[in-house]
């Protein structure tokens, strides 16, 4: 009786708990429905969670659908609403450029995630304003001079010939296997290249594994639900960003060490410590940063370069082989400035005179923007039309994909000729050629990257024979976190010069 009692109290409650969940539901879609005004995009979302499931289950649907709602609206903008935060999707150029331009504290706040200042921590370039910000760019200026980026290619050129070598025997002794998918192997590449670029003699082997691993974390968290408990993969991303601060902050101190005693740079944080003792000597008002800041930075690099450059890597296979012209034309660039044979390396002069090569490597990141969009939260309400307020706290979402298929001549055709000096749409078009940011924070290493991936296409088409293994939607763009084809470029390669070079 008293059992019967206790359930009958209990479904007595059902009606209330049902009414209560109905008004918490109704109150979400009001506030949607409110912030969202006469912009498109979905009618109804679940509170909380709002559209967020489809977002991790297919991110390419859910930012299709986006974009194909921004195309709608004469304003270029459609809306949604994720994780119990109301986004924004620009499709617009123009929206685009001033939410870039407006980058401080009282309007945008750059985040480089949706949920990044959890992730990334709180020392990190992307999160710094004003004059902050100016000095930061202006003391890690060095790191990107022709001399230090001249380091750079050298250990570009070593790392990239060493994993060429590596995939070739894998396709010649592995023959059962047939085509390799690249993804994977140009990510432990650009991995290895960045390490070493940046952080250079500082990490051990063991320290690199540990590495390895951390970034796989962070890679993984990158793409679920921003859930901060134990057993999840956002912990687990978070987690091992701390220790891969760390262990930057680690090679850091090192390196001051190394300077001070005056060694020349060999990476990045040699270039960035010796400048650093130059201004301490100097400065009537020394600035000093605590190794675990430095730390940070150096991920903030780490993260900009590291699955940005896999993606235009894999695109650049992509378009090289199905466009066989344009192949041919870089091959026949590149062997005029670069004999492999001859154990010369790439410098950075041959570089600048392989105009082809270097229009392919634009044209690339041009048609397939490695980081298709870069989020920004409101820190106000910000007015960004005539007609349309954002409401402080909405993520935004400039699409810099979108922006490359505005205003090219043929947009969505593979053209590398529109950068050439006869077209110049590089300069014509230059407010739709977005893929490195614009504005205070456009990107500081978009030389490094563009030689980076001007390296990898000279040696590669030079020293290997490839071809794609087509299947049906192999060159349709997945997102890992950022965008590569589907079948992670699977192809079939073989060596194509000399083997006392490979």
């Known amino acids: 009786m008293e059992f019967l009692s206790l359930w009958d109290m209990a479904t007595s409650y059902i009606p209330y708990v049902i009414s209560l969940i109905a008004f918490i539901i109704l109150l979400e879609q009001i506030s949607y429905l409110k912030k969202r005004r006469f ?34 609206s004469p304003l270029g903008i459609s809306a949604n609403y994720i994780v119990g935060r109301y986004i924004l999707y620009i499709y617009s150029t123009e929206l685009s450029h001033k939410i870039f331009a407006n980058v401080r ?44 980026l001249q380091t750079y290619t050298n250990i570009q050129q070593r790392i990239i010939l060493k994993h060429l070598k590596s995939w070739s025997q894998k396709a010649a002794t592995d023959q059962s296997s047939g085509s390799i998918a690249l993804r994977i192997f140009c990510r432990d590449m650009n991995l290895e290249t960045s390490q070493t670029v ?17 970034y796989n974390f962070f890679n993984v968290g990158l ?37 001070k005693a005056g060694e ?8 960035w410590m010796q400048e650093n003792l130059r201004v301490l000597a100097e400065a009537e008002k020394p600035f000093e940063y605590s ?101 402080k706290g909405t993520i935004v979402f400039p699409s810099v994909f979108d922006s490359s298929f505005q205003g090219f001549t043929e947009p969505g055709r593979f053209d590398p000729d529109r950068f050439m000096d006869e077209r110049q749409e590089d300069r014509v078009y230059k407010r739709n050629f977005l893929a490195f940011g614009a504005g205070s924070h456009q990107c500081v290493g978009q030389r490094y990257a563009i030689n980076h991936l001007m390296l990898f296409i000279a040696m590669f ?30 192809v079939f390669i073989s060596q194509r010069c000399s083997q006392s070079i490979m």
């Not at 020293?463 to 997102?479: T, V």
């Open 223 to 259: 793409m679920k639900l921003p859930i901060d408990l134990p057993g999840f993969a956002f912990r687990n991303a978070r987690l091992a960003v701390e220790r891969l601060v760390e262990t930057l902050a680690g090679c850091a101190e090192e390196s001051v060490k190394r300077m």
């Open 291 to 391: 190794y675990k800041e430095i730390g940070g930075h150096l991920f903030d690099f780490l993260f900009a370069s590291q699955d940005a450059s896999t993606s235009s890597l894999l695109w650049a296979v992509t378009f090289l082989d199905s466009h066989p012209e344009v192949l041919q034309r870089v091959r026949k660039e590149v062997e005029q400035y670069w004999v492999p044979e001859s154990n010369a390396t790439i410098t950075g002069e041959m570089l600048r005179e392989m105009k082809y090569t270097e229009a392919v490597a634009r044209e690339v990141v041009r048609i397939r923007a490695p980081a298709t969009m870069v989020p920004h939260i409101a820190g106000v309400d910000f007015p960004l039309t005539e007609n349309y307020v954002i409401p």
């Open 461 to 490: 088409t030079v020293l290997i024979d490839f071809k794609r293994d087509r299947s049906d939607g192999c060159d349709e763009i997945a997102y890992v976190p950022t965008i590569v084809p589907k079948d992670d470029c699977r």
């Open 105 to 148: 504290p009282d309007a945008f706040h750059l985040v480089g995630h949706p949920f990044g200042k959890k992730l990334f921590g709180d020392h990190n370039l992307i999160y710094m304003f004003g004059q902050d910000h100016k000095d930061m760019r202006r003391r890690i200026a060095p790191n990107f001079t022709p001399k230090a």
């Open 198 to 214: 940046f952080v250079g003699p500082y990490l051990s082997g063991e320290a690199r594994q540990r590495f390895n691993r951390d």
């Open 39 to 72: 912009l498109p995009g979905p009618t109804f979302v679940l509170p909380f969670i709002g559209n967020s499931i489809s977002l991790v289950v297919n991110p390419t649907k859910f930012w299709d659908l986006q974009s194909s709602y921004a195309k709608s």
């Open 264 to 271: 020349e740079p060999t990476c990045l944080i040699d270039f």
